[in-house]
């Protein structure tokens, strides 16, 4: 039945969808936000753990660069 409306009308019924599915996905993300900042708070060396997490992001990077892509199954 959706499937066979005109565009316009099919967003505004799945406008409440999208609005609840937003704020469950920015619900989880505050939630383990707060986890990993209270982790580094906790740990003995935060420090190392923001050294890691720029090393990790710049190998990320770095990979991207050279085009290095994972194999897809």
Same mark, same amino acid.
Do not use: C, K, N, Q
């Given at each position: 039945?959706?499937?066979?409306?005109?565009?316009?009308?099919?967003?505004?019924?799945?406008?409440?969808? +999208?609005? =609840?599915?937003l704020?469950?996905? /920015?619900?989880? @993300?505050?939630? %383990?936000?707060?986890?990993? #900042?209270?982790?580094? &708070?906790?740990?003995?060396?935060?420090?190392? +753990?923001? =050294?890691?997490?720029?090393?990790? /992001?710049?190998? @990320?990077?770095? %990979?991207?660069?050279?085009? #290095?892509?994972?194999? &897809?199954?």
């Amino acid at each position: 039945m959706i499937a066979a409306t005109p565009g316009w009308e099919r967003w505004v019924v799945l406008a409440p969808v +999208i609005v =609840v599915a937003l704020g469950l996905v /920015a619900g989880v @993300l505050i939630l %383990l936000g707060r986890g990993f #900042v209270y982790s580094i &708070r906790e740990s003995g060396h935060p420090r190392w +753990i923001y =050294v890691g997490l720029v090393g990790l /992001a710049a190998a @990320l990077g770095f %990979l991207t660069y050279l085009g #290095v892509s994972l194999p &897809r199954e």
